[in-house]
């Protein structure tokens, strides 16, 4: 832990370009190998060693954990097309 008492919010967070890169490529990699995307990997990859690896605290560490297990679920790319090409949910 950096500074107790600390929140997430009030560092600068640390990010670089190459991390979303890494993860882009990291995502295409699991997508192309499996038949269904798998998401607890994912989530795992994204939340402990992709992002997770910049956070020093563990509570921000379980925040960010939370916030993948609600948004990378299945209900992400669930959108059924229409003849338009328009996405809907």
């Known amino acids: ?5 600390y929140v997430m919010s009030d560092l600068k967070p640390i990010f670089h370009p190459g991390d979303l890169t890494i ?3 990291v995502l295409y ?3 192309e ?3 269904k995307v798998p998401w607890e990997d994912l989530r795992y990859l994204f939340g402990e060693i992709m992002y997770g690896g910049h956070i020093t605290d563990d509570w921000d560490r379980r ?3 939370s916030y993948l297990e609600e948004l990378m679920q299945p209900d ?3 959108y059924v097309f229409d003849e338009n090409c328009v996405g809907t949910f």
């Open 76 to 78: 992400l790319v669930s």
């Open 23 to 25: 993860s882009v490529s």
């Open 33 to 35: 190998a499996n038949s």
């Open 1 to 5: 832990m950096l500074f107790p008492g």
């Open 63 to 65: 925040l960010c954990i």
């Open 29 to 31: 990699n699991y997508l």
